[in-house]
């Protein structure tokens, strides 16, 4: 499919399910059934992060600088996988995603590369997938949605608890909601159950997009003052706001003039 250079767009007349691309003023962008935006691509910078809530989700890097092995639930358009193939050459990808149709739109119109060592994509359901035994991660992400929310499977306090056990000693589980889902409370209720040695919340720029972190152990007491020096060396490695996601960690957490609370 060729694109207009402005904008050009293939969209179903009447299949919810049908995955579709737009492309407008330089930006592409995958849809899933709906005009909603799941994932986009700047043409020029095909390796960045062109959307604040795939931005934020690497927040995680504050508190596991040097993570080796990330489990994806979820690949959409392959923005976060395809930053971390990119520009984290150390790190070991294994995406579990439930359409095909998904992996080759990725695939072909946003660069995700062919599975190599260091990126792998299954094709399956990520719940099933992440209920059954299996090798263990530094950072399970989670982002998984259909044209109207958050896949249900994908909320439930069985799929927290599985996501806990993939995680090692020091391990995150990292998760984008949308504070408008009807899940939205349930969800961060199940957060908190499965993830007892803290749990942390991240406004995204874009208001709506609430990432949540689930650490298996308790990171221990960082004050604000650490956090804006990793702030400041992640922001010259990688070109991201972490200065914005430590402002953002204040907003949603409890804290006090020393740092977060745990």
């Known amino acids: 499919m060729k694109f207009m250079p402005q904008w050009r767009i293939r969209k179903p007349a009447d299949d919810s399910q049908t995955v579709y691309i737009s492309e ?9 059934g709906s005009d909603t935006i799941q994932s986009s691509m700047r043409l020029a910078r095909p390796y960045d992060l062109e959307l604040a809530y795939t931005r934020s989700m690497m927040a995680f890097l504050l508190f596991l600088p040097e993570p080796r092995d ?6 959409g358009g392959g923005s976060v996988a395809k930053f971390m193939h990119h520009h984290m050459p150390d790190v070991r990808i294994h995406a579990v995603e439930l359409s095909a149709e998904v992996v080759n739109i990725a695939r072909q119109c946003f660069k995700v590369p062919v599975g190599d060592e260091r990126l792998q994509v299954t094709i399956g359901d ?5 209920g059954e035994p299996g090798p263990r991660a530094d950072v399970v992400m989670v982002d998984g949605y ?13 799929f927290y608890r599985a996501c806990h056990a993939r995680l090692n000693h020091r391990g995150i589980m990292v998760v984008n909601l949308w504070s408008g889902d009807r899940q939205f409370t349930d969800a961060l209720a199940r957060i908190r159950e499965a993830f007892p040695h803290g749990r942390l919340c991240l406004p995204a ?13 308790a990171p221990g007491r960082i004050s604000w003052q650490e956090l804006q020096h990793r702030a400041d060396a992640l922001t010259s490695r990688y070109a991201l706001e972490f200065g914005r996601f430590v402002e953002g960690l204040r907003k949603m957490n409890e804290h006090d003039e020393q740092g977060l609370s745990w």
Do not use: C, W
Not at 24 to 32: D, E, N, P, Y
């Open 24 to 32: 407008k003023f330089g930006v592409r962008s995958l849809h899933i």
């Open 70 to 75: 990330v489990l994806m639930v979820g690949l």
């Open 126 to 130: 990520g719940a099933e997938y992440m």
């Open 146 to 158: 259909d044209g109207e929310s958050q896949a249900e499977a994908l909320s439930e306090r069985q």
């Open 205 to 217: 720029e874009k208001p709506g997009n609430v990432i949540v972190f689930g650490f298996r152990t």
